[in-house]
T-cell receptor
Framework: GAVVSQHPSWVICKSGTSVKIECRSLDFQATTMFWYRQFPKQSLMLMATSNEGSKATYEQGVEKDKFLINHASLTLSTLTVTSAHPEDSSFYIC??????????????FGDGTRLSIL | ELKVEQNPLFLSMQEGKNYTIYCNYSTTSDRLYWYRQDPGKSLESLFVLLSNGAVKQEGRLMASLDTKARLSTLHITAAVHDLSATYFCAVDMASGTYKYIFGTGTRLKVLA
């Protein structure tokens, strides 16, 4: 149980295009989802918190107009990297926090999306 | 500034040896999490430590938490090659937020 699916797993695109990444909780509902970014050989950095039905909250230094987050339902959050440039190339990982009762595992992580901008 | 620091950053050890990874943090979190990451993969949850003095063990790994010292340890007993990976600790940015700040990571390489 508690599976989080990310799609796509790998995307390569040209500079200037926009890329959408989906994060789905397959067998539970998630009022809150989180988006992280990881550069090679570095740690994970929290980018933003996605809240179902309301605006996302972004961490300091993360451009909200560049990284658009939509949390349209209790099982889906999307991250759109707008006008992507090579410096946006990274590994993007989402996590989902189960709604309702307290669970042993506060967050469940997706498999990640490797984004390469040429 | 919120910080989570791991020591060492890189560890190369022989199979069969023991070693401890340390995680120091500056937040007031009373929860701490350990994850494993294999190259090119996402995170695998290892331990969730929910209170001061918590100790958990799974196979050759044992984790503990001292919230007063803001320190957690991940002890490896009789290492095997399959344990080679990067290990991250993480804490809540603030109590109850569930917004994680991750440690710097420890790359472990176990030599056969």
């Amino acid at each position: 149980g508690a599976v989080v699916s990310q799609h796509p797993s790998w995307v390569i695109c040209k500079s200037g295009t926009s890329v959408k990444i989906e994060c789905r909780s397959l067998d539970f509902q998630a009022t809150t989802m989180f988006w992280y970014r990881q550069f090679p050989k570095q740690s994970l950095m929290l980018m933003a918190t996605s809240n179902e039905g309301s605006k996302a909250t972004y961490e300091q230094g993360v451009e909200k107009d560049k990284f658009l987050i939509n949390h349209a339902s209790l099982t889906l959050s999307t991250l759109t990297v707008t006008s992507a440039h090579p410096e946006d190339s990274s590994f993007y990982i989402c996590s989902a926090r189960p709604s309702g009762k307290v669970t042993k595992q506060p967050q469940h992580f997706g498999d990640g999306t490797r984004l390469s901008i040429l | 500034e919120l910080k989570v620091e791991q020591n060492p950053l890189f560890l190369s050890m022989q199979e069969g040896k023991n070693y401890t990874i340390y995680c120091n943090y500056s937040t007031t979190s009373d929860r701490l999490y350990w994850y494993r990451q294999d190259p090119g993969k996402s995170l695998e949850s290892l331990f969730v430590l929910l209170s001061n003095g918590a100790v958990k063990q799974e196979g050759r790994l044992m984790a503990s938490l001292d919230t007063k010292a803001r320190l957690s340890t991940l002890h490896i007993t009789a290492a095997v090659h399959d344990l080679s990976a990067t290990y991250f600790c993480a804490v809540d940015m603030a109590s109850g937020t569930y917004k994680y700040i991750f440690g710097t990571g420890t790359r472990l390489k176990v030599l056969a």
